[in-house]
């Protein structure tokens, strides 16, 4: 049944105990909304609900377990973009050349440090056809070639970043 208030004063009665009840939306609205419970007041004798946590956890460290796997390629891709490209883009079949371009280097860097098959890689990137991942090797491998000095230096620093996450994984199962 709607409700129908009878003055002015019922209804601003009626709005305010509305809003007391509704969750409060905050955060910027590019990286999604956070939800939070509106403030109880110290003199309520009931326990709250658990405070929802936050939206944007922090990130685990990056660490690899033996054997490297397509999945640590992309996550070390997608961190050294500073998360410009996310994971979940370079397995999706979005076209934009930042995506591509990162997705050729996971493409490259998987051929490279794996004993992976193109058709392996292929399935691992989202059931891709095997000669995309031909093509997207050898387009790295192509530019590095003609002397693009910007994408040698990114695929190194990929390169470090994952033999740092292995040696720091291999440290801690020592222990």
């Known amino acids: 049944m709607l409700y129908q208030p009878t ?14 009840r509704t969750l409060a939306l905050k955060g910027p609205p ?15 004798p009931k326990p709250d609900i658990a405070p929802p946590k936050p939206f944007i956890q922090p990130r685990p460290p990056f660490e690899i377990t033996p054997p490297l796997k397509v ?13 410009r ?3 979940l883009e370079i397995i999706s079949p979005v076209q934009s050349q930042p ?15 794996t004993l992976l098959s193109f058709p392996q890689i292929a399935k ?3 059931r891709r056809h ?11 491998t192509e530019l590095i070639a003609a002397g693009d000095t910007v ?8 390169v470090g970043l994952i033999e740092a996450a292995s040696a720091r994984s291999e440290q801690s199962s020592a222990l």
């Not at 999945?71 to 998360?83: F, K, L, N, P, Q």
């Not at 095997?130 to 997207?136: D, E």
Request: with cysteine; hydrophobic share 50%; aromatic share 4%.
């Open 130 to 140: 095997h000669t995309t991942i031909l093509h997207g090797s050898a387009k790295i």
């Open 71 to 83: 999945v640590d390629i992309v996550r070390a891709v997608s961190i050294m973009t500073g998360d």
């Open 7 to 20: 003055s002015a004063a019922d209804l601003i009665s009626h709005y305010q105990a509305v809003k007391r």
């Open 99 to 113: 995506i591509c371009r990162a997705r050729q280097v996971v493409m490259h860097l998987a051929r490279a440090l």
């Open 85 to 87: 490209v996310t994971p």
């Open 151 to 158: 994408l040698a230096q990114f695929v190194a620093d990929v």
């Open 30 to 44: 590019d990286r999604g909304i956070l939800l939070s419970y509106p403030q109880k007041s110290s003199a309520d």
């Open 124 to 126: 691992a990137l989202g």
